[in-house]
């Protein structure tokens, strides 16, 4: 379907804007992109008017194709300046690719108002962990090993599909939670964005959809996902200098009152309110 030129330039114009507001943010505050971008690409389409009953899917698949691109940019960086735990990556990467598939999977037969309940019930979770987690929380001493990564590791893919998010949401408190340092915590959700994006994505890739947004294939928006990237790369440095001239923990708060704020607006449309 192409859309007429005056809804393919509004298109342009907000997808434009949510990749710049992304992209500042995630090298603001180090939030992973698709937090923002699920919601983001999800109001955007439906203000567009195409509210199709598996408009979720498209915004869930789209941002995990933008995150494989800013995650292996993201791991490639980080491993640079030796911060990657490859052996904690090594351990859960199958967990996690088996919990993303499933995710996919699930996924694909929800009606997108059952994942936007999905969605906002674990942003409203990711948000309190923003708001109100402290750094010297512990779970334990070391990452799980045997039965404990077992259950955990398809969770984290899992959880994070169905938000259509990387490896950070989940996976850096997990591993602040078990005493791995922030800065390693961060570099290695890195990898876990790629392992929980690139099976999902080409799950998505195959799937059918109804009153898709122009220019999808499968559930991958093609001219969200190539704005996003172009503006997430152009827009993340400005983020990072800011971090570097401010303190970004009152901003981290901020954010966690903004993130609950949409959780609670996607947990209204879901119940048809």
């Known amino acids: ?154 969770l984290v893919g899992f959880l994070s599909v169905l938000m259509g998010i990387g490896g950070g949401s989940f996976g850096v408190p997990l591993m602040s939670l078990y005493a791995t340092p922030i800065h390693r915590a961060v570099a290695t959700a890195a990898g876990f964005g790629v392992i929980i994006a690139v099976p999902s994505v080409i799950g998505f890739l195959f799937l059918k959809v109804a009153d898709a947004p122009p220019f999808t294939i499968g559930a991958v928006n093609l001219v969200a996902f190539g704005i996003v990237i172009v503006m997430t790369m152009i827009t993340a440095p400005w983020g990072v200098k800011l971090a570097h001239a401010m303190d970004p923990k009152p901003l981290k708060r901020a954010f966690a009152v903004f993130l609950t704020l949409v959780a609670l607006n996607m947990l209204r449309k879901a119940l048809g309110w």
């Open 1 to 154: 379907m192409i859309p007429d030129t005056m809804l393919l330039v509004q298109m342009l114009i907000l997808l434009i804007v949510i990749g710049g507001f992304a992209g500042v943010l995630a090298g603001l505050l180090g939030v992973g992109g698709g937090i923002v971008l699920v919601p983001a690409f999800f109001y955007t389409f439906q203000t567009l008017g195409y509210d199709g009953p598996q408009l979720m899917q498209v915004c869930l698949a789209t941002s995990l194709a933008t995150i494989i691109v800013t995650s292996l940019r993201s791991v490639h960086s980080h491993n640079k300046k030796g911060a990657v735990d490859w052996d904690i990556l090594r351990g859960w990467a199958l967990g996690i690719v088996v919990g993303a598939v499933l995710g996919m999977l699930t996924a694909a037969s929800l009606r997108s108002s059952t994942l936007q309940g999905v969605f906002g019930v674990l942003a409203l979770v990711v948000g309190a962990y923003l708001g109100l987690g402290r750094v010297h929380w512990r779970l334990g001493e070391e990452m799980p090993k045997g039965i404990k990564r077992l259950a955990l590791s398809p």
